[in-house]
């Protein structure tokens, strides 16, 4: 599989949010009543929410130059430390790397809600957003992964920098290898993602091996001592 000429930027991603996961990741379970004040707000939300999202990804696929026990070298000698995905990536060619943002509308929004006083509106929104930033960075990890399969190739689970055993001072190298600021992306001095509902994350590409019909390599959670407090968990 070839590497990219050029980074390509993805504009607009696929963004959807079903009343279902907005619930869940509000912390409702399934059965709980809401009060008709929160379910009017929630209806609202996935009505109008979607007028606040901009969504938009650059990724760039990069040759994997070595990967060994703690960390996966890339041209140029960067190097991303951190063992535990290095050690699930060992068969990997390339790297995709990547970077999604809903854009900074929403948050704004939210912020408007919030100075105003309407807390449940302006804390419903920021989740909505959060929410449709998970979909765009599963839309675009499904285009990568396409392009994968159509050079019979397998990918890994997605990783991002500060989980895992991953440092998040490597958010530094993410943005060294990828123009974040051509979808309107920049990196802060205390390494936050501005607009926030940004998340950068790599995809590990490489051959099959003996299990053909396996689209993906297996994640590193079994074996990992967080695996049971871990809310990221694959397997
Ligand atoms: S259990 Fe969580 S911390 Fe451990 S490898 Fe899996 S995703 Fe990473």
Redesign the pocket.
């Known amino acids: 599989m070839r590497t990219l000429e050029k980074e390509q930027v993805i504009q607009p991603l696929t963004v959807k949010v079903s009343r279902r996961s907005l619930l869940k990741a509000l912390g409702y379970r399934e059965k709980m009543e809401l009060t008709p004040n929160v379910d009017e707000i929630i209806r609202e939300v996935l009505e109008e929410g979607g007028d606040f999202l901009h969504p938009r990804g650059i990724f760039s696929l990069f040759p994997v130059e070595k990967v060994n026990d703690s960390e996966i070298i890339l041209p140029g000698g960067v190097k991303l430390q951190t063992p535990?995905i290095a050690r699930t990536l060992f068969q990997a060619e390339l790297l995709a790397v990547f970077l999604i943002t809903i854009g900074p509308e929403l948050e704004r929004e939210a912020d408007r809600l919030s100075e105003a006083g309407h807390l449940a509106q302006a804390l419903i929104l920021d989740t909505y957003g959060s929410e449709s930033a998970e979909a765009a960075v599963g839309d675009l990890n499904l285009r990568i992964d396409r392009l994968a399969q159509e050079e019979k190739r397998r990918t890994s689970f997605r990783f991002s920098p500060g989980?895992?055993d991953w440092d998040i001072q490597d958010q530094k190298k993410i943005f060294s290898l990828i123009p974040g600021e051509k979808i309107g992306v920049n990196l802060s001095s205390s390494l936050m993602m501005i607009p926030k509902k940004s998340v950068s994350s790599i995809i590990g590409i490489g051959p099959r091996g003996s299990q053909k019909n396996a689209r993906h390599y297996p994640?590193?959670?079994p074996d990992?001592p967080?695996?049971f407090q871990?809310l990221?968990?694959?397997q």
Do not use: L
């Open positions: 535990r989980y895992c994640p590193p959670c990992c967080q695996r871990c990221n968990r694959r």
